[in-house]
Structure formats: structure tokens, C-alpha cells
């Protein structure tokens, strides 16, 4: 077996974090977006973080997420509790 020397691991550093880079910027750019109706107003909005549920709530069909805010904004036009305001 070979032994791990600082040399080797130097070596090797870089390489990790290259490897590392993508998916570090993937999370970044995964973003979730939300049909939310205020407790309060009754009105329905896309937001991008997930409501609390003291301030808003989940309205989309079975609470779904949506990858883009203009996917969430066309599938908010057939939430019946935001058209029928």
C-alpha cells in the first residue's frame, strides 16, 4: 500500500477542487418557486423561498415546485383560490 504524502496530497488538491466548483454552482442555481396565498390579503403570489406558514400558504396544486418563476406564474393563473378573487 502506498503511503499519503503531502506531496501526493498537494497534487491532488487541485483536482478536487475543480471537481467541486460545478457542484457547488448548481446549488446555487437551484432555485424553487412557490404559488403562495397571503393569510391575510387572500392574495396569490410566486415567491422563490418557501412560505411560513403563519404568513402564507402553499396553494399550488398539491403543493408543488417549480423550477422557473415563469412556470409558477402561468400554472397561478389556473389555482382556483387566486382566480376567483
Given at each position: 500500500m502506498e503511503k499519503i504524502t503531502c506531496l501526493s496530497v498537494s497534487r491532488l488538491l487541485p483536482l478536487i477542487a475543480a471537481l467541486a466548483l460545478p457542484v457547488g454552482a448548481f446549488a446555487?442555481?437551484?432555485?424553487?418557486?412557490?404559488i403562495?396565498?397571503?393569510?391575510?390579503?387572500?392574495?396569490?403570489?410566486?415567491v422563490d423561498k418557501k412560505?411560513?406558514?403563519?404568513e402564507a400558504t402553499i396553494v399550488g396544486p398539491d403543493g408543488v415546485?417549480?423550477?422557473t418563476k415563469a412556470e409558477a406564474e402561468t400554472a397561478m393563473k389556473t389555482v382556483k383560490v387566486?382566480?376567483?378573487?
Amino acid at each position: 500500500m502506498e503511503k499519503i504524502t503531502c506531496l501526493s496530497v498537494s497534487r491532488l488538491l487541485p483536482l478536487i477542487a475543480a471537481l467541486a466548483l460545478p457542484v457547488g454552482a448548481f446549488a446555487q442555481g437551484a432555485t424553487s418557486y412557490y404559488i403562495v396565498q397571503d393569510l391575510k390579503t387572500k392574495k396569490c403570489t410566486v415567491v422563490d423561498k418557501k412560505p411560513v406558514a403563519t404568513e402564507a400558504t402553499i396553494v399550488g396544486p398539491d403543493g408543488v415546485v417549480y423550477k422557473t418563476k415563469a412556470e409558477a406564474e402561468t400554472a397561478m393563473k389556473t389555482v382556483k383560490v387566486c382566480t376567483s378573487a
